[in-house]
């Protein structure tokens, strides 16, 4: 096996870190790693944060709901048309990047970068957690970082020395989840068999049996991301988006 493949293979996401400092060359490494990740025309539409002063970390925390506490750094990665823009300006050309293309582009390649940046970090005997409410509180946390328009976060991680070594989580089968020259949707069947790893991992059993409900995909659809709350994030991240400029499709 790989030494990359076992590094990816053996994930965990970890929430506990030791106070241990991340040193600046390792810091370093990872971060050139994760400006190596593939990106739409080699134009790399995104910027890095790297969030290391205590008061800060506090800050962000508490805008990812008191997530990564602990961790000695955050790293958010960032879609980023202000600097490309800036350096159009500068050499007398159009400024076309401020539209939905460029936000979905942009979203791929700061996801690429942070990918690589999570990839190396493992494989340096650092640990992470990938923290999704970057897009719950994407204002607020904008406006923490000093974002200027057409900047917009998009992917969060905490990140420092694993203090636990949590059980790996469940995945998907393989067969679930690839297919093979076109599109073949699922039977009912096949939807029970891809899902029953899942529904019959210890833990999510557990939360099944505290939270009352029927089965897993209720924890999903009623407590953790029900509709009405996918409405307002929805709306309240679509807002930001248009102030941050990237929302511009008229020719």
């Known amino acids: ?15 506990k870190f030791k106070p241990t400092p ?5 810091m370093q490494r990872i971060l050139q790693c994760g400006t190596r990740a593939s990106n739409t025309g080699n134009m790399q539409i995104y910027s890095i944060i790297v969030t290391q ?11 990812h709901f008191g997530q990564g506490a602990s961790a000695p750094a955050f790293i958010t990665v960032c879609v980023d048309v202000n600097r490309y823009h800036h350096w159009c300006r500068l050499r007398n050309c159009d400024q076309p990047y401020d539209n939905f ?3 979905m582009s942009g979203t791929v390649d700061a996801s690429l ?39 917009v976060p998009v992917v969060t ?11 790996q989580s469940e995945r998907l089968p393989l067969d679930g989840i690839v297919h093979h020259e076109k599109y073949h949707d699922y039977s ?29 995909a209720q924890i999903f659809t009623q407590i953790r991301y029900p509709h009405k709350d996918n409405v307002a994030i929805s709306q309240a991240l679509l807002d930001f988006v248009e102030q941050a400029g990237m929302m511009n499709n008229s020719l």
């Not at 991340?22 to 390792?26: A, K, L, N, V």
């Not at 991680?157 to 059980?167: H, S, V």
């Open 1 to 15: 096996m790989l030494p990359a493949e076992q590094t990816i293979l053996n994930h965990r996401s970890v929430r």
């Open 22 to 26: 991340i040193d600046p060359d390792t």
């Open 53 to 63: 002063e205590p008061q800060n970390i506090a800050a962000l925390s508490k805008l």
């Open 101 to 103: 293309l460029w936000l």
């Open 113 to 151: 970068a942070a990918q690589n940046i999570c990839v190396a970090a493992e494989e340096l005997g650092l640990g992470f957690c990938y923290l999704g409410t970057v897009l719950y509180n994407t204002q607020s946390i904008a406006q923490l970082l000093d974002l200027p328009k057409g900047v």
């Open 157 to 167: 991680l905490c990140i420092g020395y694993p203090d636990e070594q949590p059980q």
């Open 188 to 216: 009912d069947q096949q939807i029970n068999d891809i899902h029953r790893i899942r529904e019959e991992f210890p833990f999510n059993q557990e939360m099944v049996r505290i939270n009352k409900t029927d089965n897993l």
